[in-house]
């Protein structure tokens, strides 16, 4: 593939939702339910993420590395519990970070990502292999 395709084209922002070049799909940063509780904005987050891989035929499964940014860097954990609940054991290499976000309140968690296009056939025969620290 040589075409690089742009999917959720926001025009008063300039930027894509998600790009497509190749086999790498990039996931702009992803938010939802400011103002919530932190468990409700990552799990609005990933449902945000989810629409826009769907977009290119794509799902959370493909996702193989995400940019976790948090107002407060110690609810990792609960970050943790729901990535454990909706990637069914196909984590993603991640980074997190703390940062005062530029927004008036109420948001505490954005996510952006790569997703990777593979072989259906080939992920059905994967295996995860598990380290314990």
Not at 22 to 27: A, H, K, L, Q, S
Not at 37 to 59: H, I, K, N, P, Y
Not at 76 to 91: A, L, S, T
Request: with cysteine.
């Amino acid at each position: 593939m040589n075409e690089i395709k742009r999917y959720d084209i926001n025009e008063n922002w300039a930027h894509a939702g998600i790009v497509e070049a190749g086999d790498y799909c990039f996931i702009n940063y992803c938010v939802r339910n400011i103002g919530g509780t932190v468990e409700e904005q990552v799990d609005g987050a990933f449902d945000e993420m989810e629409e826009r891989l769907a977009l290119a035929g794509l799902t959370l499964e493909n996702v193989v590395q995400m940019n976790c940014l948090f107002k407060n860097i110690w609810d990792i954990p609960v970050m943790e519990q729901v990535v454990k609940r909706r990637f069914h054991g196909r984590y993603p290499a991640r980074k997190s970070f703390q940062t005062e976000f530029a927004h008036p309140g109420g948001l505490y968690f954005q996510v952006d990502a790569i997703a990777y296009r593979t072989d259906p056939e080939k992920d059905r025969a994967d295996t995860c292999t598990t380290t314990s620290f």
